[in-house]
């Protein structure tokens, strides 16, 4: 008789592949527990210190209010630079039509 050896059981090796994939997966979730670990204790900090959203959202009005401001004084200098180029066009095409070319400063009444 001949012996029967037992079958040889392989074994199953993880590639380095499926290894690097399961290390990224506990990396993030390592990083989310910790992100949600922050998330939670700023917000703790924050409803024990609820003066610091008042005066966060009083400085945020008071920046708004600004650049609304800064945007409108803008706008109408712009305006102002519109009508004075358009005012100088209408001076310069009044001389053409006369014949006489764009006016000098001292004749311009």
Do not use: F, K, Y
């Amino acid at each position: 008789m001949t012996s029967r050896s037992s079958p040889v059981r392989r074994r199953t090796r993880r590639t380095v592949r499926r290894q690097r994939a399961d290390e990224r997966l506990i990396g993030l979730l390592v990083a989310a527990g910790l992100a949600v670990a922050v998330v939670v204790t700023v917000v703790n900090w924050l409803m024990a210190h609820w003066w610091v959203l008042v005066v966060l959202g009083v400085l945020a009005v008071g920046a708004g209010i600004a650049w609304l401001h800064r945007v409108q004084l803008r706008a109408r200098w712009e305006a102002i630079r519109q009508e004075r180029t358009c005012a100088e066009a209408v001076v310069a095409l009044a001389g053409v039509r006369d014949g006489e070319g764009r006016p000098r400063p001292s004749q311009a009444r």
